[in-house]
């Protein structure tokens, strides 16, 4: 009998072990570049012409979208955050690793940290 994927991935995660204290110091400056880009890409025309077209904006009963207002649903404010992280992103200095890996982790975390939130006066530590 084969494991489930949940039973695969709760083994996956109980096998997991801390990685060495230098890799997490370059994942948080890592999240910390995204979240910057995603701060000053929030207000860029880009990102108001997207919400437009898409319908997304919101109210204050709906998503926070940092730095730019609220969104309709949560799909929503990931795509304008993720959007947001890729706006003023210039450090395309890799050849291994072409592209902002961390913008659609980042945007998808913070929405979802966001919902798990039992107020969002009180915003979920990252």
């Known amino acids: 009998m084969t494991n489930s994927t949940a039973e695969l991935i709760a ?3 109980a096998d997991s072990r ?3 204290k230098d890799v997490i110091q370059q ?15 929030s207000s860029s025309k880009t990102i108001r012409i997207l919400a437009e077209a898409n319908y997304w904006a919101g109210t204050p ?3 926070p979208v940092p730095g730019w207002g609220y969104a309709k649903t949560m799909d929503a404010a990931a795509e304008l955050l993720g959007t947001a992280a890729h706006e003023l992103d210039f450090d395309d200095t890799s050849v291994s690793m ?4 961390s913008a659609p982790i980042v945007a ?5 940290a ?4 039992e107020s969002r006066k009180n915003p979920a530590r990252l």
Do not use: N, R
């Open 11 to 13: 083994q996956y995660t």
């Open 27 to 41: 994942a948080k400056l890592h999240i910390a570049d995204t979240l910057a880009c995603i701060f000053a890409g």
């Open 98 to 101: 072409p592209g902002h890996p």
């Open 18 to 20: 801390l990685p060495p």
């Open 114 to 117: 966001s919902d798990c939130c």
């Open 61 to 63: 009963k709906d998503v």
């Open 108 to 112: 998808a975390l913070l929405v979802t």
